[in-house]
T-cell receptor
Framework: DVKVTQSSRYLVKRTGEKVFLECVQDMDHENMFWYRQDPGLGLRLIYFSYDVKMKEKGDIPEGYSVSREKKERFSLILESASTNQTSMYLC??????????????FGSGTRLTVV | GNSVTQMEGPVTLSEEAFLTINCTYTATGYPSLFWYVQYPGEGLQLLLKATKADDKGSNKGFEATYRKETTSFHLEKGSVQVSDSAVYFCALIQYSSASKIIFGSGTRLSIRP
């Protein structure tokens, strides 16, 4: 069964820590995405990547960075975690050229709490 | 710009009731339309899709028809179950959008036994 795997379901970090959220997909997808989900705000795109070593800012990139050194792995980095980054983080992937037919495949999410 | 508007939640229904969750969109050209479902504590799953006007997507008893004349893609189910309790997201993608899907804000559905 093809899937997107996020390394942690729950994470608690302290303010000021550097936090890494990992996402791995086994579908050979070119496109990968990071969203955060907050009550009343829906899904907001943080960063996305169309290929290895490529990255594009989404709608809310401030306070985040990303890394894509291998096609299957897309990491989200919180350089200095703050309490307003407490959220559910969702990773997704899709096949270039087929997204309009098949949409995204999502991971199960990482619920991050910054204290 | 492109956007998706879906009905505010939460929506609470009794088991076996008829469900409609409204979704309208704004887009140029001919987008593909999706409904995603998010069960408690999980990520989003693709529920159904339609890629051109008048297409009907269906899955697990849910249906939605792509209506270009009303720019709508309403989700319906004839008889809901407790297990349908989840958050439902309407979404669109345009071919020219470089693979970026635009999501609605989500509608929480709760089904009473």
């Amino acid at each position: 069964d093809v899937k997107v795997t996020q390394s942690s379901r729950y994470l608690v970090k302290r303010t000021g820590e550097k936090v890494f959220l990992e996402c791995v997909q086994d579908m050979d997808h070119e496109n990968m995405f990071w969203y955060r989900q907050d009550p009343g705000l829906g899904l907001r795109l943080i960063y996305f990547s169309y290929d290895v070593k490529m990255k594009e800012k989404g709608d809310i990139p401030e306070g985040y960075s990303v890394s894509r050194e291998k096609k299957e792995r897309f990491s989200l980095i919180l350089e200095s975690a703050s309490t307003n980054q407490t959220s559910m983080y969702l990773c997704a992937s899709s096949l270039r050229g087929d997204t309009q037919f098949y949409g995204y495949t999502f991971g199960s999410g990482t619920r991050l709490t910054v204290v | 710009g492109n956007s998706v508007t879906q009905m505010e939640g939460p929506v609470t229904l009794s088991e076996e009731a008829f469900l409609t969750i409204n979704c309208t969109y704004t887009a140029t050209g001919y987008p593909s339309l999706f409904w995603y479902v998010q069960y408690p504590g999980e990520g989003l799953q693709l529920l159904l899709k339609a890629t051109k006007a008048d297409d009907k997507g269906s899955n697990k008893g849910f249906e939605a028809t792509y209506r270009k004349e009303t720019t709508s893609f309403h989700l319906e189910k004839g008889s809901v179950q407790v297990s349908d309790s989840a958050v439902y997201f309407c979404a669109l993608i345009q071919y020219s959008s470089a693979s970026k899907i635009i999501f609605g804000s989500g509608t929480r559905l709760s089904i009473r036994p």
